[in-house]
């Protein structure tokens, strides 16, 4: 282990490693928001391994987003790209009330009813997730049954932009 000094004058301990890529960036300079698929992890083009928020970045937090349209009725039936792609729909419409897009993602969690064809859900949300320049971080797990009747599909996200604040 490896003390580091950290901007506010606290020490940390780090492995040797970790200490060469920290010393590297300093936390100071961190202005952007990172998506990050380290070496030595499974490199998907799906997902993100790990994401980097710096501060002063505006963070938006969506609650889980099932297929109900604005009347409150679920779209989609037992069609589960359907239901998806209601989902999707609802999350690019949360978003966007922040101010957000879908390229602002940095995690998403899909909760998927069992039984439900996750090829076909997956595909359906990979269409809206592809248009982001990185993909966010993924996670999923399936469930016995979600608080709406009838829906299959659930997904609760994370988005970050950058500091809005005007040049000087």
Same mark, same amino acid.
């Given at each position: 282990?490896?003390?580091?000094?950290?901007?506010?004058?606290?020490?940390?301990? $780090?492995?040797?490693?970790?200490?060469?890529?920290?010393?590297?960036?300093?936390?100071?300079?961190?202005?952007?928001? =990172?998506?990050?698929?380290?070496?030595?992890?499974?490199?998907?083009?799906?997902?993100? =391994?790990?994401?980097?928020?710096? &501060?002063? /970045?505006?963070?938006?937090?969506?609650?889980?987003?099932?297929?109900?349209? =604005?009347?409150? +009725?679920?779209?989609?039936?037992?069609? $589960? /790209?359907?239901?998806?792609?209601? *989902?999707?729909?609802?999350?690019?419409? @949360?978003?966007? @009330?922040?101010?957000? #897009?879908?390229?602002?993602?940095?995690? *998403?969690?899909?909760?998927?009813?069992?039984? *439900?064809?996750? =090829?076909? #859900?997956?595909?359906?949300? #990979?269409?809206?997730?592809?248009? @982001? +320049?990185?993909? &966010?971080?993924?996670?999923? #797990?399936?469930?016995?049954?979600?608080?709406?009747?009838?829906?299959? *599909?659930?997904?609760? $996200?994370? $988005?970050?932009?950058?500091?809005?604040?005007?040049?000087?």
């Amino acid at each position: 282990m490896r003390p580091l000094s950290c901007v506010s004058g606290c020490t940390i301990s $780090a492995p040797e490693d970790a200490a060469a890529s920290w010393a590297a960036r300093s936390l100071l300079d961190m202005t952007e928001i =990172q998506l990050l698929r380290p070496e030595g992890l499974f490199a998907s083009p799906a997902f993100s =391994q790990v994401a980097v928020v710096p &501060p002063g /970045a505006t963070m938006v937090y969506v609650g889980g987003q099932n297929a109900i349209d =604005q009347n409150g +009725k679920l779209v989609g039936g037992t069609d $589960a /790209a359907a239901q998806t792609r209601q *989902v999707m729909a609802n999350l690019a419409t @949360a978003l966007a @009330a922040a101010g957000a #897009a879908i390229e602002h993602l940095v995690s *998403v969690l899909v909760l998927l009813v069992e039984g *439900v064809d996750v =090829q076909a #859900a997956y595909a359906a949300a #990979a269409a809206t997730l592809g248009s @982001a +320049k990185t993909p &966010p971080l993924v996670s999923a #797990a399936i469930v016995s049954g979600l608080g709406v009747p009838g829906a299959m *599909v659930e997904v609760s $996200a994370i $988005a970050a932009m950058p500091d809005r604040a005007p040049a000087e």
